[in-house]
Each structure stands twice: as C-alpha cells, then as structure tokens.
C-alpha cells in the first residue's frame, strides 16, 4: 500500500506544489482578490527533513513513536485528522485507518481516494515522505468485532497507543437499527479492543454536543439517557425493521432523531463500562468548513449552515423557516482537530487521576457567538466575489419565523418556479429535477426544524483551561484559541471554498461565472419588476372593482 501510494505522489508531484495557475481573466479592478492565494493553495512552506534527534513541543514529543488507530477516518473531521498528524507531528510512527469496502472499492483503493482530495494538497507538498506512515485496516463499526481479521486485531493490540474513535453514522433519519449497531455498538465493541491493547496511552471518543440536546443548557458531564442502551440493544435485536420504524418515536422520546438519541446511549455505555481506560469524551457543536489550515474553506458535505448556503448561493434555495435573531453554534474543523489532539495528550498525561471521565466541549457561542442573519450577511458580503458556473438564478434570499409567510415564500419561491420549469424540462425532453430537490429541500428543514428553532448553551470550560496550559509552540501549531476566533476572516474564504472544494467549480471558470451571474442579475430584476406590477395590478383591481360596482367612482 504505500508503494502504491509513493507511486501516486511521483506520478503527480505537480499537483501537490503550491499552485501557479494565471489569474489574467481573475484578478481585474473589480475582483482584485486571488482566490488561491486567499485559500491558502500559494504558500506552502518548502518540504524539510526533521532529524530524529530534533525536540519538538510537548504534544509533538507525545506523538513520538505513537501507533494511532482511527475510526472515521474517511470522513470530513477524520481526513482533517490524518493530514494534521502526519503535517505536524513529524516523528509520529504510525497511523492505521479502519475502512470498509465500499461502492466495489476495496481498502487500498478507498485509501488511495481519500489522498485525493484536495485537502492533502500541503501534506504532499511539505511533507512528502508521508505515504509510509498510513495504512487501511479492513473493518466496520457496525459488525462484532470491529469486523477485524484475527491478523488486523493482533496488529493493533500489540502495536497501537493512541485511538480516535470517530466512526458514527450521521444522518439525523438513519434507521434506529443502523444507528444502534455503528454509534452505540461499535462505541463498545472499540471500548472492548482498547481493553486488550498492550501500551494504550489514551483513547478519545468523538461524539456531539448534541448528545443532549432535550436540554438547552449542556455542561461538560455525563447526563442520565432517557433509556438504558442494554434494553435498546435488546429489542432492536429482536424486533424487524418495519416494527422498529414505527416504534422510533416512542424509543426516542424527547430527543429529535436516532443520531442524538444513540451518540447519547454511546457516552452512557462510556461512563458505565470504560471507567478503566484512559479516556476522554470530545463534544464539538456543528463543524463547518477550516478556519486557517491546511487551506481555508475545505470542505467536503452539505450539513448544518453549509447546505444553507450552498443553496443560497447557487440560486436553488430562496426561503427558509428560522429564526435569524437565533445564535447558531459552528466551528471550524481544524480548531476542532487542534482540540481534540491536544485534549487527547492531556488525558493521556494528566498527573491528577480524574473522578470521572474528562468531557470536553468544542463550542462557540460563548465567547464568539454569531446569529445566524450575521452569518448570512457575511456570506453575502464576501461570496459574491466567487459566483459559481452552476449557478441556475442570482442569489435571493428570505428567512422568516412566521409560518405563515414561509409557506407563502416557498409556494411562490420553490413550488410555482419548480413546477413550471419542469415542465417546460419534459416537453423539451429532458429530466424533471427542480421539484425533486426542493422536495428534498422540504424533508431537510422538517428534519432540521428542531436544531434551527432553538438556542444552546454549551459551556467549554474544560478546553479553556486546556488552552492555558499549553506550551507556546503548541499554542503555534495546534491553534484552538475560541477568543481568537473572527467571522469575518473565516467567512472571507467559507463561499469560495465550497465553490472550490465542494461544488468542485475550479477558478478557471470564474470569468464565463462572473458573466454568467451579471445575467441572471437582470433576469432576476426583470423578474421582480413584473412580479411587483401583477402584484400592483392586482391590488388596483381589488380596491377600483368594489369602488365600481358602489357607483363611488
């Protein structure tokens, strides 16, 4: 595997250095910014050879030698993991992935793809012996036994030190079934190996603030589950899927889906089962794309606020149900990697033996809150420099809290445009679509209604005491100073990068966008112009007939 690997990187070298693409067409009077260099994608540092004999910080030094295995790894915060292990922690030993087979691809193959990404684009270029140092593990969370081969289990009780546990299924509708069997059962089938691993220094276990989310005030400690994850266990392995369906409501209870519901039992069977191993619990709010490093804006999914903006920003989404007074609690992935690093290091270190398991929260909205109309305001201020190709309209776009005036938005906004340009997509014989998104629109906000209506509290006291124990050089590389945290430098970069990186609209194509966006401007005012005159039509007519029919006029 890392033949293959070190063979990919020679044969592509280019694409790891730092990109001199010509922004002639880019850059004029009007857009003076390069957006890569906005990215960050012109200023890697030059590659450098670490002597085995040089000290690094304290947290680099505690990764010295260190055999990590990691769950979740071909996942958005797993790969911002890996590449910030392998980039920083230059004597690390090791790094083994869990991965399962999957769309045809084995673990090499998906390993190979998780390379790929743009993301990695710094590690090759500045660290690129790297390909050595990373394996794929077959596996999967959700089967007994982490699905390992009697070989793999062996390899990593003997080896391994440190594990990130970060394997969940996130989707708020999962089935209660599937969710159970990766977030609840795979929690304690890790907890189990970890138990038989020779040297284990520490074993950190992500899971969300949301965990609890039935309370709007959630401090760093463990909270008594609505249900016992013995009992769940139990029925959801004696009853079919369809009972199970419609049983989910009642299971849940008070809680808004399966994926709060069993990250929630998950931390129960934590503290009841895994009192003798050094571990740590890692709570971030919702984490949206990198702040600072290895590039601004990466990202690699549409949820939380990102799919809001996607939408927003491509001409698809028009309206939604929330309120905008409301503060939404985000976080940049690479202050929530830097955390969880660190965190992990001070447990494994700690001199005071803890009285109960360590919880740490990754939040925001304590010492940098933001509503969630300052956010749009932002992303309207600095994404309007980086329209994307596929833009299908100009950017218009309502919030409300008044059910009633959503419901009027979205028919005139999503149903009356959807319905229509569909149809004139069936007699030019092609592909109704717009309709099918916007019912999947409509199932998303259903599902997010319970987060988007609501305001938390989520105290981080514990990680704030952590930033003030670091070492300098620590407070250099692993950055996750909240106090430091500005959204205006962040929002700066978060539309480009999801054009970029998520879109995957290269800035080649700024240009024919930048025109293309100039158009759907005037079509989107010669729009609203005849819109407002229907609209005045109507009310003449309504107020000038009764007036006839009195005889007042």
């Given amino acids: 595997m890392a033949l293959d690997l070190h ?4 044969e592509k070298r280019q694409d790891s250095e730092p990109l001199q693409v010509s922004t002639k067409d880019i850059i004029n009077s009007k857009y003076c910014l390069d957006p890569l260099e906005l990215l960050g994608e012109r200023s890697f540092n030059e590659p450098r050879e670490v002597d085995e004999s040089e000290i690094g910080s304290p947290i680099q030094e505690f990764f010295r030698d260190g055999v990590v295995f990691l ?3 071909t996942g958005f915060m797993g790969k911002v993991l890996v590449e910030k292990l392998l980039r920083t922690c230059p004597h690390i030993k090791h790094i083994y992935l869990l991965i399962r087979s999957k769309k045809g691809k084995n673990v090499d193959e998906r390993l190979e793809d998780i390379f790929e990404d743009r993301l990695f684009k710094r590690l090759k270029y500045e660290v690129p012996k790297y390909y050595h140092k990373v394996s794929g593990i077959a596996g999967d969370c959700s089967l007994p036994g982490l699905g390992l081969s009697v070989s793999s289990r062996n390899t990593l009780i003997k080896e391994v030190n440190i594990i990130f546990h970060g394997a969940a299924t996130v989707r708020f509708d999962e089935h209660i079934r599937v969710a159970m069997d990766i977030n609840v059962s795979g929690t304690r089938e890790m907890m189990n190996l970890a138990k038989t691993i ?8 992500i899971s969300t603030a949301f965990s609890n989310c039935n309370r709007l005030h959630v ?17 959801v392995s004696s009853t079919d899927d369809q009972t199970l369906h419609g049983m989910t409501s009642k299971i849940l209870g008070d809680l808004p ?23 740590l619990v890692f709570r971030p709010t919702v984490v949206v794309g990198t702040y600072r490093e290895p590039v601004r804006g990466w990202i690699d999914n549409v949820y939380g606020p990102t799919g809001i903006v996607v939408g927003a920003c491509t001409g698809v989404l028009h309206t939604y149900f929330l309120d905008s007074n409301f503060v939404t609690d985000i976080i940049p992935v690479d202050i ?9 290091k001070e447990t494994a270190t700690a001199n005071v033996k803890h009285d109960e398991i360590p919880i740490y929260t990754c939040s925001s909205s304590i010492q940098k809150p933001i509503k969630w109309k300052e956010l ?14 596929r833009a299908i309209w100009y950017s218009s776009f309502w919030v409300t809290k008044n059910p009633y005036l959503y419901a009027m938005l979205n028919f005139f906004c999503h149903v009356v445009p959807g319905y229509t340009l569909d149809t004139f997509a069936r007699l030019s014989g092609k592909k109704p679509i717009l309709m099918n998104i916007y019912n999947k629109i409509d199932k998303v906000s259903d599902i997010l209604a319970y987060f988007t209506g609501k305001e938390w509290t989520f105290p981080n006291n514990r990680l704030l005491a952590l930033w003030d124990t670091l070492d300098g050089r620590d407070k250099e590389l692993f950055n ?20 970029v990186y998520l879109v995957k609209d290269d800035i080649h194509t700024l240009p024919a966008a930048r025109k293309k966006w100039e158009k759907l401007y005037i079509a989107h005012n010669i729009l609203l112009i005849f819109v407002y005159g229907i609209v005045l039509c109507c009310l003449w007519l309504i107020v000038c007939i009764p007036l006839k029919l009195t005889g007042l006029t």
């Fill in 7 to 10: 063979r990919k990187y020679i």
């Fill in 71 to 73: 769950t979740g790894g």
């Fill in 198 to 205: 020779t040297n284990l220094k520490v074993i950190a276990h």
């Fill in 219 to 235: 401090d760093e400690k463990f909270y008594d589950p609505i249900a016992d994850y013995k009992d769940v266990l139990k029925l």
């Fill in 257 to 279: 889906n399966t994926y709060s519901f069993t990250k929630s039992l998950a931390e129960d069977a934590i503290r009841r089962e895994a009192q003798d191993l050094p571990i």
């Fill in 336 to 344: 929530v990697v830097n955390a969880l690093i660190c965190a992990a």
């Fill in 376 to 389: 749009m305001e932002l992303n309207k201020r600095y994404g309007i420099q980086w329209p994307t190709i």
């Fill in 480 to 499: 996750f100073d909240i106090h430091q945290l500005s959204w205006d430098y962040f929002c700066q970069a978060y539309c480009l990068g999801l054009r």
